[in-house]
């Protein structure tokens, strides 16, 4: 396979060249866009590929199995033989499956419209699998005809509505709300629970209490104690169960209460177990899982799984102005249950706090 790399003004003029230069059978493997050092102005760098060989014996090593062996029986000697042939084609196929797999993925993008392409480039950049970027392109292709950047996000959106829960948010009700807060050290469970309390306070007019179950680190405790008392909300500390139970009792009759709890590492099986019968204890009918928003997406089914026990009403991705791109966080919650409730977007409160809906996924998912 001959690979080349071209610069052109335009990804029109680079598909034309690419074409002069190998012909039609020339496939894009890659588009990016790159400034001229000299001019400053935008030019468009494409790495295209055309096959010129014939195809290869496959390289690796024949180890699989002994070679023809003079100290074996004939018929041994002719089994292993037809075997090592064997192993030999299903190499080679499995190099042919894989060359024609990335033929047509690249030959298939080269056939979409500019407008498409460059989507396609924006979701890669903001870390969507190659699968998916080329899934939701396909689908906004297919089944809608307006190629132009706004009716493509229009459509983007309708697929992320489709494949994500945008639910769990907390309302003014009739009812009282217990909010409770989980999720790994330093995952801005606080920070979020600051920031709701403040709008529950302001924005509903409730009448709202706050109660840490954090005792372990006497500074996280001093900060929510401060925070409250500027705020003038009521706040108390429990430091067991038998406690939780009593502040419980107590504040009955507010709208709202807020719980933070303990943020440990996942594997600390018996710090999972405590948050559990915490979260069962107090009856909470909200609650959130904190995990920032830039972890992998393994690390996301990761922490999803290990918190699943506790069953959480809904996903705060917290500190999303710290990361580049959710693509990540989008791949994991489209296999995942669990709802997406809010954004924490800063370190201001309450400002930097949004309701998480399909608008605002799309921007920050975008955002790269
Ligand atoms: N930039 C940014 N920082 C945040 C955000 N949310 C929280 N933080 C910061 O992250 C740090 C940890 O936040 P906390 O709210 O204390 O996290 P936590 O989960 O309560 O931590 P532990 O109680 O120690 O488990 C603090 O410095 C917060 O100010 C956010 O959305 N953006
Ligand atoms: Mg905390």
Same mark, same amino acid.
């Given at each position: 396979?001959?690979?080349?790399?071209?610069?052109?003004?335009?990804?029109?003029?680079?598909?034309?060249?690419?074409?002069?230069?190998?012909?039609?059978?020339?496939?894009?493997? %890659?588009?990016?866009?790159?400034?001229?050092?000299?001019?400053?102005?935008?030019?468009?760098?494409?790495?295209?590929?055309?096959?010129?060989?014939?195809?290869?014996?496959?390289?690796?090593?024949?180890?699989?199995?002994?070679?023809?062996?003079?100290?074996?029986?004939?018929?041994?000697?002719?089994?292993?033989?037809?075997?090592?042939?064997?192993?030999?084609?299903?190499?080679?196929?499995?190099?042919?499956?894989?060359?024609?797999?990335?033929?047509?993925?690249?030959?298939?993008?080269?056939?979409?419209?500019?407008?498409?392409?460059?989507?396609?480039?924006?979701?890669?950049?903001?870390?969507?699998?190659?699968?998916?970027?080329?899934?939701?392109?396909?689908?906004?292709?297919?089944?809608?005809?307006?190629?132009?950047?706004? *009716?493509?996000?229009?459509?983007?959106?309708?697929?992320?509505?489709?494949?994500?829960?945008?639910?769990?948010?907390?309302?003014?009700?009739?009812?009282?709300?217990?909010?409770?807060?989980?999720?790994?050290?330093? %995952?801005?469970?606080?920070? *979020?629970?600051?920031?709701?309390?403040?709008?529950?306070?302001?924005?509903?007019?409730?009448?709202?209490?706050?109660?840490?179950?954090?005792?372990?680190?006497?500074?996280?405790?001093?900060?929510?104690?401060?925070?409250?008392?500027?705020?003038?909300?009521?706040?108390?500390?429990?430091?067991?169960?038998?406690?939780?139970?009593?502040?419980?009792?107590?504040?009955?009759?507010?709208?709202?209460?807020?719980?933070?709890?303990?943020?440990? *590492?996942?594997?600390?099986?018996?710090?999972?177990?405590?948050?559990?019968?915490?979260?069962?204890? *107090?009856?909470?009918?909200?609650?959130?899982?904190?995990?920032?928003?830039?972890?992998?997406?393994?690390?996301?089914?990761?922490?999803?799984?290990?918190?699943?026990?506790?069953?959480?009403?809904?996903?705060?991705?917290?500190?999303?102005?710290?990361?580049?791109?959710?693509?990540?966080?989008?791949?994991?919650?489209? %296999?995942?249950?669990?709802?997406?409730?809010?954004?924490?977007?800063?370190?201001?409160?309450?400002?930097?706090?949004?309701?998480?809906?399909?608008?605002?996924?799309?921007?920050?998912?975008?955002?790269?």
């Amino acid at each position: 396979m001959k690979i080349k790399k071209l610069i052109a003004n335009n990804i029109k003029e680079g598909k034309q060249k690419v074409i002069d230069e190998f012909g039609d059978d020339a496939v894009i493997l %890659s588009n990016r866009t790159i400034i001229d050092p000299k001019t400053s102005k935008e030019l468009v760098e494409i790495v295209a590929a055309v096959d010129d060989t014939e195809q290869k014996k496959p390289s690796f090593e024949k180890i699989i199995l002994p070679r023809a062996n003079p100290n074996l029986e004939k018929g041994q000697d002719r089994f292993l033989e037809a075997t090592n042939r064997i192993f030999d084609e299903i190499a080679d196929l499995s190099n042919k499956v894989g060359l024609i797999n990335e033929q047509i993925k690249f030959k298939f993008l080269n056939t979409y419209p500019d407008e498409l392409i460059f989507f396609h480039q924006n979701l890669i950049q903001n870390e969507f699998s190659d699968d998916t970027a080329l899934n939701v392109i396909s689908e906004i292709y297919h089944h809608y005809p307006g190629n132009d950047r706004s *009716s493509i996000e229009e459509h983007f959106k309708t697929i992320i509505t489709r494949q994500i829960k945008f639910q769990g948010h907390l309302n003014k009700d009739a009812k009282q709300n217990i909010v409770i807060f989980i999720g790994p050290a330093g %995952s801005g469970k606080t920070m *979020s629970l600051v920031k709701m309390a403040t709008i529950a306070k302001l924005a509903f007019n409730s009448d709202i209490a706050i109660i840490s179950t954090d005792t372990y680190k006497v500074s996280g405790l001093e900060q929510l104690q401060t925070y409250a008392s500027v705020a003038a909300i009521p706040f108390a500390k429990a430091e067991d169960l038998e406690e939780l139970k009593s502040v419980l009792t107590h504040e009955f009759n507010r709208d709202i209460i807020f719980i933070d709890t303990i943020g440990k *590492s996942i594997n600390d099986e018996e710090n999972l177990v405590y948050i559990k019968d915490l979260v069962r204890f *107090s009856g909470a009918n909200h609650i959130y899982l904190c995990l920032p928003a830039n972890l992998t997406k393994n690390n996301y089914h990761l922490y999803i799984k290990k918190y699943s026990p506790i069953s959480p009403t809904g996903l705060i991705a917290t500190k999303c102005d710290e990361t580049r791109s959710l693509g990540q966080l989008y791949e994991a919650l489209k %296999s995942e249950n669990i709802p997406l409730s809010y954004f924490s977007t800063g370190q201001i409160i309450p400002e930097n706090f949004e309701r998480a809906n399909p608008d605002y996924f799309v921007k920050l998912l975008l955002k790269s």
